[in-house]
């Protein structure tokens, strides 16, 4: 796996630089790139997708229309409608961690950061089947993996949505362009962009690259959440949610203090000093860059809430993968980030453990014989408790 070259033109953009797609595209404006990737089939066919849906560690939906009526459910699944039958999606989340040829398709989108990209899902639909005409939040690539699918696009300003249904639908939708795709086909679609996609086939299936964008408020909230672990670890009231120390935060270990209160004829007011104290206690905390970094780092690399790392019966060791002039690989399900000094891994924190090790390893997310041969004892030791708890795998 070697970087990808942002300003080579790629034919996954159609012939378009990652800079340039970027830069015209990105957020902007739909996209049709006719072969995407050339012969170009699903990572995971019909039958593995429905597999998937069975499991309990998989997030999976059906959607089917009946007499106009949309109608939804989620997995796990005992058995599904017959392909034959018209009018059903079976929308299967996260793939990538499920599948390690879904994971590599997902490589192919690393010019875009780790922290935006979410995950593929990949749907499976009959004749006709869809999710119906809808607008995402998110930036989407949406590659055609089996069948044809038509997509009907629109740029309207009416996102109104059809109320009190299970299904996210709009309530006029007015196409305003047409494309039909055929596998190896891909169509970008930044947020807000009405959209609707319908099989034209017996057995449809379409890959979706799903990027996340958090909401503003849920990244105050993350700084709030990281203050107040400080708080607690500081005043010695509880321990804040990572594996890591919390940072250090204001000393606020004192108690408020009211000498010289004045008797009062009014018991029942809120005294002011109170009111002062606490904004002035609160204005003590820094909100700063190590604080933000700390809560998206953690926050971001936090496993999915279902996935369970496979933890190998025989022991593998670094010295053994050296000996046979073998490479480390993070686990598909492993998230590993860095920013200056800081890394990240599975949610938990390493302050200043950063090193050229471990940024090859987020960046590329392999590393060599060479590169562990150059990797300080203190480098090798983390990567082998990571080993240990099926973060890594040896190749
Ligand atoms: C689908 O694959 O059927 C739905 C994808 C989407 O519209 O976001
Ligand atoms: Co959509």
């Known amino acids: ?72 459910e989620s997995g796990p699944f005992a058995r599904f409608p017959k392909i034959a039958e018209p009018n059903w999606s079976l929308l299967v989340q996260s793939v990538d961690l499920h599948d390690d040829t879904t994971a590599a398709l997902m490589q192919q989108f690393r010019f875009v950061p780790d922290a935006r990209l979410d995950d593929i899902m990949i749907s499976l639909a009959s004749r006709h089947g869809g999710v119906g005409p809808h607008f995402d939040s998110y930036d989407v690539f949406l590659l055609q993996g089996k069948g044809q699918r038509r997509w009907r696009i629109s740029r309207q300003k009416d996102l109104s949505l ?7 639908i709009l309530q006029h939708f007015e196409p305003e362009e047409e494309f039909v795709l055929e596998p190896g086909d891909m169509l970008y679609l930044p947020p807000h962009i009405a959209h609707d996609g319908i099989s034209l086939s017996d057995e449809c299936i379409t890959v979706s690259i799903g990027f996340r964008a958090p909401p503003l408020a849920v990244l105050a909230r993350g700084l709030l959440e990281v203050a107040a672990d ?4 500081r005043s010695g009231l509880g321990f804040g949610p990572y594996s890591t120390p919390t940072l250090p935060g204001p000393d606020l270990s004192g108690m408020f203090r009211d000498k010289g209160l004045p008797a009062t004829t009014q018991p029942a007011a809120l005294p002011d000093e ?17 604080m933000a970094t700390r809560f998206l780092g953690c926050w971001l690399t ?32 492993s998230r590993m980030m860095y920013r ?53 795998v040896a190749i």
């Not at 392999?366 to 708890?389: C, H, R």
Request: net charge negative.
């Open 1 to 72: 796996m070697t970087p990808i070259d942002i300003d080579a033109p790629l034919a996954l953009l159609g012939g378009r630089s990652p800079t340039e797609f970027m830069r015209t595209y990105w957020q902007k404006k739909p996209l049709l790139i006719r072969q995407a990737i050339a012969n170009f089939t699903s990572p995971v066919p019909a039958a593995g997708l429905k597999k998937l849906a069975k499991r309990d560690d998989v997030e999976a939906r059906l959607i089917w229309q009946e007499n106009d009526e949309w109608n939804m």
């Open 162 to 168: 059809v109320p009190d249904i299970p299904c996210k």
């Open 230 to 233: 400080q708080l607690s670890a």
């Open 274 to 290: 109170l009111v002062h104290s606490a904004l002035a206690a609160v204005q003590k905390i820094a909100f700063d860059e190590r």
């Open 302 to 333: 936090e496993p999915n809430s279902l996935t369970v790392f496979p933890i190998s019966q025989d022991m593998i060791d670094i010295d053994d993968v050296l000996e046979r002039q073998g490479s480390l690989a993070l686990d598909r399900r």
């Open 340 to 392: 200056g000094a800081d890394l990240f891994i599975n949610g938990e924190a390493l302050e200043t453990k950063t090193n050229a090790t471990f940024k090859k390893l987020a960046d590329v997310r392999v590393l060599s014989t060479a590169d562990l041969k150059k990797a300080s004892a203190d480098t090798l030791t983390l990567l082998q408790e990571w080993l240990d708890d099926g973060w890594m």
